[in-house]
């Protein structure tokens, strides 16, 4: 099993800056894609960011492109999700997950998912 918890979230101002991190531990392959997801209350879970094992690739939403940076430290196990520019329409329950092979943007192409971690824009 893969354990993932999330950590970074709080309330910020809009325009302000917060980042993100998700430790794995348990079991994992030798490859695996990261991505970040978000939930705002009676919304669906949305695709936000991913990133591809070694870090070379990494895709957005256009919500948030130019404005969030996914990165990976696999010696530490950590993906990280740096917001810039934060928005309103930010605030969300944001969720990081894992899946085996490349990245996708689809909730259901990820096999582990962490607890979530609470972001709040304030206007």
């Known amino acids: 099993q893969v354990q993932l918890v999330e950590s970074g979230g709080g309330l910020v101002q809009a325009g302000g800056s917060l980042r993100l991190s998700c430790a794995a531990s348990?079991?994992?392959?030798?490859?695996?894609?990261m991505g970040w997801f978000r939930q705002a209350p009676g919304k669906e879970r949305e695709f936000v960011a991913a990133?591809?094992?070694?870090?070379?690739?990494?895709y957005y939403s256009d919500s948030v492109k130019g404005r969030f940076t996914i990165s990976r430290d696999n010696a530490e196990n950590t993906v990280y999700l740096q917001m810039n520019s934060l928005k309103p329409e930010d605030t969300a329950v944001y969720y990081c997950?894992?899946?085996?092979?490349?990245?996708?943007?689809?909730?259901?192409?990820?096999?582990?998912w962490g607890q979530g971690t609470q972001v709040t824009v304030s206007s």
């Open positions: 997950a894992q899946r085996y092979g490349g990245y996708a943007t689809t909730a259901p192409a990820y096999n582990y």
């Open positions: 348990g079991r994992t392959y030798s490859s695996y894609a």
């Open positions: 990133i591809n094992w070694s870090g070379s690739s990494t």
